[in-house]
């Protein structure tokens, strides 16, 4: 489907903006115009969140911007959250998904802005990511957990955990955290999106069209983070998820 192409596509571009992965877009999508199964729609949604997430830290990878050592062990820790995530969404009722999924995105995105003028200032792309010491590494194998779970539940790609937790626990400026969230997903993504085509979760005529524009727009999201500062990044993380919370929970509410 055309349209669903063009969701994907600008879900992407603003996922690797600010290192989310467009799932937190295109899963209410999925859930309110599509009215997809949670379990459905957190698979579906993974095909976009792995191919934008590749794209997007490819691209970043090429700018040097990305903490390798902290990828890894959100990685590493992340393969049985991946595993737990799927299976525990084949249990969850719509209501339930929608309402769970609402408030982890409020409790993100308040935290995020309440708390956007306590992080430091940026360094700009010319940072050297290398010479910084990211999260130390048993947080890293926590946080790599809860993004593996949260992946796999919601499809979400898990940066929504990560986004804000390389935030505010590790040196990193803004544009690295991007870069480096965007690593850790394309690691952390396909074991729960392998689980849920185990499971039969997979809805593949929306797949697809969502995932080719996942390719072409996550290197668009990359190169155009470069050009926004730091603060005006927090502010539209934070808005878009509180808009994806809204929809979600309204239905609900008009239903």
Same mark, same amino acid.
Do not use: C
């Given at each position: 489907?055309?349209? !669903?192409?063009?969701?994907?596509?600008?879900?992407?571009?603003?996922?690797? =903006? %600010?290192?989310?992965?467009?799932?937190?877009?295109?899963?209410?999508?999925? /859930?309110?115009?599509?009215?997809?199964?949670?379990?459905?729609?957190?698979?579906?949604? !993974?095909?976009?969140?792995?191919?934008?997430?590749?794209?997007?830290? @490819?691209?970043?990878?090429?700018? /040097? /911007?990305? +903490?390798?050592?902290?990828?890894?062990?959100?990685?590493?820790?992340?393969?049985?959250? *991946?595993?737990?995530?799927?299976?525990?969404?084949?249990?969850?009722?719509?209501?339930?998904?929608?309402?769970?999924?609402?408030?982890?995105?409020?409790?993100?995105?308040?935290?995020?802005?309440?708390?956007?003028?306590? #992080?430091?200032?940026?360094?700009? *792309?010319?940072?050297?990511?290398?010479?910084?010491?990211? =999260?130390?590494?048993?947080?890293?194998?926590?946080? $790599?957990?809860?993004? $593996?779970?949260?992946?796999?539940?919601?499809? %979400?790609?898990?940066?929504?955990? @990560?986004?804000?937790?390389?935030?505010?626990? *590790? &040196?990193?400026?803004? +544009?690295?955290?991007?870069?480096?969230? +965007?690593?850790?997903?394309?690691?952390?993504?396909?074991? $729960?999106? !392998?689980?849920?085509? %185990?499971? +039969? &979760?997979?809805?593949?005529?929306?797949?697809?069209? @969502?995932?080719?524009?996942?390719?072409?727009?996550?290197?668009?999201?990359? #190169?155009?983070?470069? #050009?926004?500062?730091?603060? !005006?990044?927090?502010?539209?993380?934070?808005?878009?998820?509180? @808009?994806?919370?809204?929809?979600?929970?309204? #239905?609900?509410?008009?239903?």
């Amino acid at each position: 489907m055309l349209w !669903l192409f063009v969701i994907g596509f600008f879900a992407s571009v603003f996922g690797s =903006m %600010v290192g989310l992965g467009g799932g937190f877009i295109v899963v209410p999508i999925l /859930r309110i115009f599509l009215n997809l199964p949670p379990a459905e729609a957190a698979g579906t949604s !993974l095909a976009l969140v792995i191919t934008n997430s590749g794209s997007g830290a @490819l691209t970043y990878l090429l700018q /040097r /911007r990305v +903490h390798l050592r902290t990828g890894w062990f959100v990685g590493a820790g992340a393969i049985p959250g *991946s595993v737990l995530g799927a299976i525990a969404v084949k249990h969850a009722s719509p209501r339930l998904f929608d309402w769970l999924f609402a408030v982890l995105l409020v409790g993100v995105a308040a935290d995020i802005f309440l708390n956007r003028n306590r #992080r430091r200032p940026d360094a700009a *792309s010319e940072v050297n990511t290398s010479s910084l010491k990211g =999260m130390p590494w048993p947080s890293a194998l926590g946080v $790599g957990f809860a993004v $593996g779970f949260i992946s796999s539940l919601f499809g %979400v790609g898990g940066g929504v955990i @990560l986004v804000p937790s390389l935030l505010y626990f *590790s &040196d990193l400026p803004a +544009h690295a955290v991007s870069a480096t969230s +965007h690593f850790g997903i394309i690691l952390t993504s396909p074991l $729960g999106f !392998l689980t849920h085509v %185990v499971q +039969h &979760d997979i809805r593949w005529n929306d797949a697809v069209p @969502l995932a080719i524009g996942g390719v072409l727009g996550g290197p668009a999201g990359a #190169r155009l983070s470069l #050009r926004i500062k730091s603060q !005006l990044l927090l502010v539209l993380v934070a808005v878009a998820l509180m @808009l994806a919370a809204a929809a979600l929970v309204f #239905r609900h509410i008009i239903g």
